[in-house]
């Protein structure tokens, strides 16, 4: 059975004090191609808490920043969504993807999700591969009030996940502070809360509306960002 890390009111100041879970490496599509290198995830202390995550079963500790907490079950994590205040913003995912099934979406999981987040604000971002089925359960995800983005891999891959009509966000350079447009024309609007110390997901909430007309683009970050940048 797979395990899941959920923290009530994440320690991560990029977050804010909200819900953030995480699922284990598994979860990642094979289409991913941060998966072999580049992926935030991956390194220091965040590497090793996913590892330890991956190898887990529900009720195992797993250290969570300076506390250990249990793994849950798929069951307790819908609880605690919605479990949470109407309005709440919240991340699910800081590390992995959505549940799947040799890349295929498991539709009952998310639909599942979705219902357990009615009358909040959850997001999370996704590599799965964009064929119609994975498009289809991420459409009817965004429908139902749970904000899947599609992850775009850069600028101009971002531009072909756009035509989709889901919202998109994309790597982008470590350097870039700026808004820009892709090749495509579409406007691309660098994540807040990496500009600013004082901007968090819980105050930003752009990773949550569905409905919008622009990209969220994310500068390369952490140990393995070289990697990341060159992601094609």
């Not at 991956?42 to 195992?60: A, V």
């Not at 850069?154 to 350097?175: C, E, F, Q, R, Y």
């Not at 110390?197 to 070289?226: E, M, N, Y």
Request: hydrophobic share 30%; glycine share 8%.
């Amino acid at each position: 059975m797979q395990a899941y890390l959920a923290s009530p009111k994440s320690r991560n100041k990029k977050t804010g004090k909200i819900l953030v879970t995480s699922s284990g490496k598994d979860s990642c599509p094979d289409t991913c191609p941060l998966k072999s290198g580049g992926c935030y995830a991956q390194y220091s202390y965040m590497g090793i808490m996913w590892n330890r995550l991956t190898e887990s079963i529900p009720g195992d500790k797993i250290a969570n920043g300076n506390a250990f907490v249990p793994a849950r079950s798929w069951r307790d994590l819908l609880s605690m969504v919605k479990a949470l205040p109407q309005g709440d913003i919240w991340q699910h995912n800081q590390m992995g993807d959505l549940a799947h099934n040799k890349g295929k979406i498991d539709r009952r999981k998310l639909r599942e999700l979705a219902n357990a987040n009615n009358g909040k604000r959850g997001f999370t971002y996704s590599h799965h591969a964009p064929n119609p089925h994975n498009i289809d359960a991420i459409k009817t995800a965004n429908e139902n009030g749970f904000t899947v983005n599609l992850s775009g891999n850069n600028p101009a891959h971002a531009d072909i996940l756009a035509k989709t009509g889901l919202p998109v966000v994309t790597v982008l350079p470590a350097s870039q502070s700026a808004n820009s447009r892709t090749q495509g024309g579409n406007k691309i609007v660098v994540c807040p809360a990496t500009q600013s110390d004082s901007v968090t997901c819980k105050q930003c909430k752009l990773c949550s509306i569905s409905k919008r007309d622009f990209i969220i683009g994310f500068p390369a970050h952490g140990t393995g960002k070289a990697q990341a940048e060159s992601v094609q």
